[in-house]
């Protein structure tokens, strides 16, 4: 049983995926806070539940958010640095804030990257996780509001900007299917947004929170926006509200777009205004949310009710640290586990490189010392026993100059090979090597075949390598290039 929480200025709304234990039980309900605590008993009893999973949504004004620019992109390093990227932008240490992303991040430039995260006080995301616990409920996913508003309305609304307005007004920019900016406007215009005049101030105010956004996250293509409204809701707040179920008890099938208590009270001349104003400042048609979201009042609860039904633990969560549910725990354990593996790897790696290169060091100077020798035989026959190493040099270098014929191949294996790795670009990747006295046989791949002529003009520059063309070209499926090279010691 999944039950979806959403708290709202002075009252929570709930939504349960799956059947009651007794019949008669309301799918959706909404009750005003006790003195300020989620009455979990009554929402319950109201929903006909007992052992259950809970998701909570908490208000989006909770939270900041914050678009930053990374520039890498590989998956594992942005999820382990995002958070550091706020440090300054936020009104403390990166320490007293919960953070996480709202989305996956966006290729930005070459190789960067880009994504909008929100960060709560921690103390926020502390007395709410007491609170539940207290009552015997134990989230698996918090997220603000918005996120979950957005995870509701993604495959029905993908290019598009939401506005909801009940206590705060919240932006969410959808593209693609997925929310990457966000921004909460508070408080709303002293004339209301019913009037000429506080419509006009709203629309104002809406774009140029949007200009802000751009210049962070460039610019939006945007197909409409979705106005939904949840203030000035008549009748108690404390009233339950019931919708019918679907034959698999899953979501609502009958008035899903009624404002019920969740609507707005004001009829269309009165809104009239607002829709105006909107149009005006952003271009676009506004438009109701789409039926399928299971009604304007409960579509955040229904978000994140359903990411607490399907992978919690891969869900954008505030649960972190101290604060995280098992699964959650789970995940940053793992993603822990990975980077240590990781480290211990590159420390092994690095030792047994270490250990070749002084093995194949030594091999090189036990090489060159008896290359030495036998040229020294060769050219002083008469020579009785064996000289010094010193010794040999000298007579080889005076036999050099006077013109003897006395050749020395002395090339450094340790320093050729030192010398490919430098200058061998970061797109190729070299998969096997074999080192000798006399050259450097490699394999390696490439994603561009024309790289791999690139590399011999590269290596051709070096004052201590001479590399012979490529060979072995093969071009696979997916356009990934492999070929052998030799490469000798000048």
């Known amino acids: 049983m999944i039950?979806?929480?959403?708290?709202?200025?002075?009252?929570?709304?709930?939504?349960?995926?799956?059947?009651?234990?007794?019949?008669?039980?309301?799918?959706?309900?909404?009750?005003?806070?006790d003195?300020?605590?989620?009455?979990?008993?009554?929402?319950?009893?109201?929903?006909?539940?007992?052992?259950?999973?809970?998701?909570?949504?908490?208000?989006?004004?909770?939270?900041?958010y914050r678009t930053i620019s990374l520039p890498y992109?590989?998956?594992?390093?942005?999820?382990?640095?995002?958070?550091?990227?706020?440090?300054g932008r936020l009104a403390g240490s990166v320490e007293e804030y919960c953070i996480d992303a709202l989305s996956e991040p966006r290729a930005a430039g070459e190789k960067g990257c880009r994504l909008t995260v929100a960060a709560c006080p921690k103390e926020k995301v502390r007395d709410l996780v007491m609170q539940l616990k207290e009552a015997g409920a134990h989230p698996c996913v918090v997220q603000p509001a918005v996120l979950a508003l957005a995870r509701r309305l993604g495959s029905a609304a993908p290019n598009a900007l939401i506005v909801r307005i009940g206590q705060e007004a919240e932006l969410a920019v959808m593209q693609q299917g997925e929310l990457v900016a966000a921004e909460v406007l508070s408080p709303l215009p002293a004339e209301g947004l019913n009037s000429p005049a506080g419509a006009a101030a709203f629309a104002e105010r809406l774009r140029f929170a949007l200009s802000a956004m751009e210049l962070s996250w460039g610019q939006f293509a945007f197909e409409r926006c979705i106005l939904i409204r949840t203030d000035a809701r008549p009748g108690s707040a404390g009233t339950r509200h019931a919708l019918p179920l679907q034959p698999n008890g899953d979501k609502p099938c009958e008035g899903l777009n009624e404002p019920s208590q969740g609507g707005a009270a004001d009829g269309p001349a009165e809104e009239a205004h607002l829709k105006a104003a909107l149009s005006a400042a952003t271009g676009l048609a506004v438009e109701p949310p789409p039926e399928e979201t299971g009604g304007a009042?409960?579509?955040?609860?229904?978000?994140?009710?359903?990411?607490?039904?399907?992978?919690?633990?891969?869900?954008?969560?505030?649960?972190?640290?101290?604060?995280?549910?098992?699964?959650?725990?789970?995940?940053?354990?793992?993603?822990?586990?990975v980077a240590l593996g990781m480290a211990i790897g590159i420390v092994l790696l690095l030792g047994v490189w270490s250990v070749r290169q002084l093995i194949d060091a030594h091999t090189a100077e036990s090489a060159g010392q008896r290359r030495e020798m036998e040229l020294y035989s060769q050219v002083v026959p008469t020579a009785k026993g064996a000289p010094s190493l010193d010794a040999m040099k000298g007579t080889l270098a005076r036999l050099e100059k006077q013109g003897a014929g006395a050749g020395g191949d002395h090339g450094s294996a340790v320093g050729s090979w030192m010398e490919l790795i430098r200058l061998t670009p970061p797109d190729i990747t070299l998969e096997s090597i074999d080192i000798n006295t006399k050259r450097i046989a490699l394999r390696a791949r490439?994603?561009?075949?024309g790289r791999a002529w690139e590399l011999q003009k590269v290596l051709g520059k070096s004052a201590l390598l001479l590399p012979s063309p490529p060979s072995e070209l093969r071009t696979a499926e997916g356009g990934v290039t492999t070929f052998a090279m030799e490469v000798r010691y000048k």
Not at 40 to 64: N, Q
Not at 446 to 449: A, M, Q, T, V, W
């Open 73 to 87: 992109n590989a998956p594992g390093r942005v999820a382990a640095t995002f958070r550091y990227a706020l440090e």
């Open 297 to 337: 009042a409960f579509a955040a609860a229904w978000g994140i009710a359903a990411q607490a039904e399907d992978k919690a633990h891969l869900a954008p969560s505030l649960l972190q640290g101290e604060f995280a549910h098992p699964a959650h725990a789970l995940r940053y354990e793992r993603r822990a586990a």
């Open 446 to 449: 490439c994603k561009e075949r």
């Open 35 to 64: 003195a300020g605590r989620v009455p979990i008993a009554k929402l319950a009893e109201t929903l006909g539940v007992r052992h259950c999973v809970w998701g909570v949504a908490v208000p989006s004004s909770w939270c900041l």
């Open 3 to 33: 039950v979806g929480l959403e708290i709202s200025g002075d009252t929570v709304r709930a939504v349960r995926l799956g059947r009651a234990r007794a019949g008669g039980a309301a799918q959706t309900a909404e009750l005003p806070l």
